[in-house]
C-alpha cells in the first residue's frame, strides 16, 4: 500500500494558462474525489468518481474544470483559463466500497495551486 | 443541510497537558463522523472515525473522540499532548453519496 500519490506538488502558472493535474489512487480503491482547499478553510468538495463513472459534481466546479477517471484508476482534474482565484490546495482521496452509503477516505498530499 | 462547526480557531496548549477539540455538525440523518490531521502543506492524515456502536472511538496516535447525539457532537480529546501534535485539526461528517463535509478546522500549538 503506497498511499494516494498526487503530481505535482506544487504548480505555479499564468492567469489564463490551463493545468492538469494527477491523482493516483490506493491500488483496488474504486472510489475517488476530488476536494478543493483554500487557506484557512476546510477540504470542499468537488466531484467523485466510482471506477469510471463520474457521480457526482458539486456547483464549485465550474465549466472551467473538468475531471476524468478514463480506466478507473488514476485521475485527472484540468483548469482552464486559470484566474486568480483558483489559487488553492487541490486534493485527492480515494475509498474502497463497503457497501454503505460513507467510506473511509484516504487523502493524498495534495498539488498546491499558485495562480500568478 | 449538512454542516460542520469547529469552534476554536487556534489552541495553545502545553506539552504533557491534555487535549481537547471541539466539534459540531449538523446532519439529519445517522452521522458518520471523522477527525483528520494536517501538517504544513501535506494532505490529511485518518486519525479516527465513528460509523456506529460504542461512542467512544479510539485512534492512532493516542486520540480518542466521543459521539454524543444529544449535543451534536464529536469531540477529540488526547490526555498528554506531544510537541510532535502541533497540526491542523479537521473535523468531518460523512453524508449520501460519500460526500464529506469539513469544518474550518483547529490549529494547534505545543508549548514546550
Same mark, same amino acid.
Given at each position: ?26 491500488? /483496488?480503491?474504486? *472510489? ?10 476546510g477540504?470542499?468538495? #468537488? %466531484?467523485?468518481?466510482? !471506477? ?6 458539486s ?16 485521475s485527472t482534474? /484540468?483548469?482552464? *483559463?486559470t ?12 475509498? #474502497? %466500497?463497503?457497501?454503505? !452509503? ?15 | ?24 455538525y ?39 473522540a ?19 501534535d ?27
Amino acid at each position: 500500500d503506497t498511499g494516494v500519490s498526487q503530481n505535482p506538488r506544487h504548480k505555479i502558472t499564468k492567469r489564463g494558462q490551463n493545468v492538469t493535474f494527477r491523482c493516483d489512487p490506493i491500488s /483496488e480503491h474504486n *472510489r475517488l474525489y476530488w476536494y478543493r482547499q483554500t487557506l484557512g478553510q476546510g477540504p470542499e468538495f #468537488l %466531484t467523485y468518481f466510482q !471506477n469510471e463513472a463520474q457521480l457526482e459534481k458539486s456547483r464549485l466546479l465550474s465549466d472551467r474544470f473538468s475531471a476524468e477517471r478514463p480506466k478507473g484508476s488514476f485521475s485527472t482534474l /484540468e483548469i482552464q *483559463r486559470t484566474e486568480q482565484g483558483d489559487s488553492a490546495m487541490y486534493l485527492c482521496a480515494s475509498s #474502497l %466500497t463497503s457497501g454503505g !452509503n460513507t467510506d473511509t477516505q484516504y487523502f493524498g498530499p495534495g498539488t498546491r495551486l499558485t495562480v500568478l | 443541510a449538512q454542516s460542520v462547526t469547529q469552534p476554536d480557531i487556534h489552541i495553545t496548549v502545553s506539552e504533557g497537558a491534555s487535549l481537547e477539540l471541539r466539534c459540531n455538525y449538523s446532519y439529519g440523518a445517522t452521522p458518520y463522523l471523522f477527525w483528520y490531521v494536517q501538517s504544513p502543506g501535506q494532505g490529511l492524515q485518518l486519525l479516527l472515525k465513528y460509523f456506529s456502536g460504542d461512542t467512544l472511538v479510539q485512534g492512532i496516535k493516542g486520540f480518542e473522540a466521543e459521539f454524543k447525539r444529544s449535543q451534536s457532537s464529536f469531540n477529540l480529546r488526547k490526555p498528554s499532548v506531544h510537541w510532535s501534535d502541533a497540526a491542523e485539526y479537521f473535523c468531518a461528517v460523512g453524508a449520501g453519496f460519500n460526500k464529506f463535509y469539513f469544518g474550518s478546522g483547529t490549529k494547534l500549538n505545543v508549548k514546550p
